[in-house]
């Protein structure tokens, strides 16, 4: 089984300050993990993905996210904050089901993200 | 950019109505999904397509859903007879194949309204 924890509903910050949106799962394998965005009206577009080669991963937009293994995270971050950042993110993971060979897709219950100007 | 467009996208129904919700994937994938997220709630998976066939469901995907893919470019999700509880955003997605790291992409949604 599989499962993702997005610790913050809603996260708000000022225009040029640092973003953080945290991310922690669970997965009896190795698992893929993704960070998606979803603009208002707008498709899940996705920001980067980990899949078992850098722990650290630069997607679109300046975002990272950092794959630690020991605590079980998966964390995004920015520097610094853009207004058109704002929107609702995804964490996700996808994980092997070695029974029945389906990968799945496991999503985080989103964050919305707030930039203040 | 090619993308994954989903029409329309706001559905309103009466309570036990059909509704058929469409998606046209990106045109060289081969894996096409469905998913749905009632307000408030995980984007929850729903069923896997693959070769004209379901290749795999979710305990959600009961009777009452089906889908197909009639002409090789659309892919539909109909609701046979729709409930309230059925009242959430749909989204559909492709890839090109199930590897570790393969990338769905996602339609923007469509958002259906039971009443």
């Known amino acids: 089984a599989q499962s993702v924890t997005q610790l913050d509903s809603h996260v708000s910050v000022s225009e040029g300050t640092p973003v953080l949106l945290r991310c922690n799962y669970s997965s009896s394998y190795s698992p893929s993990l993704f960070w998606y965005v979803q603009h208002p009206n707008k498709g899940l577009q996705l920001l980067l993905k980990?899949?078992?080669?850098?722990?650290l991963v630069k997607g679109i937009n300046g975002f990272e996210a950092e794959f630690k293994k020991s605590e079980t995270s998966f964390h995004l971050t920015k520097p610094s904050a853009h207004m058109s950042d704002a929107a609702e993110y995804f964490c996700v993971v996808s994980g092997l089901y070695m029974d029945t060979g389906r990968r799945a897709l496991t999503f985080g219950s989103g964050t919305r993200l707030q930039v203040q100007p | 950019e090619p993308e994954v467009t989903q029409t329309p996208s706001h559905q309103v129904t009466q309570m036990g109505q059909e509704v058929i919700l469409r998606c046209v994937p990106i045109?060289?994938?081969?894996?096409f999904y469905w998913y749905r997220q009632i307000l408030g709630q995980k984007v929850e998976f729903l069923v896997s397509?693959?070769?004209?066939?379901?290749?795999?469901k979710s305990e959600i995907f009961d009777d009452q859903f089906s889908v197909e893919r009639p002409d090789g470019s659309n892919f539909t999700l109909k609701i046979r007879s729709t409930k309230l509880e059925d009242s959430a955003m749909y989204f559909c997605?492709?890839?090109?194949?199930?590897?570790?790291?393969?990338?769905?992409?996602f339609g923007p949604g469509t958002r259906l309204t039971v009443l």
């Open positions: 397509f693959y070769n004209n066939e379901i290749s795999e």
């Open positions: 045109s060289n994938h081969l894996y």
């Open positions: 997605a492709s890839t090109t194949g199930t590897g570790e790291g393969n990338e769905q992409f």
């Open positions: 980990y899949t078992s080669a850098a722990t």
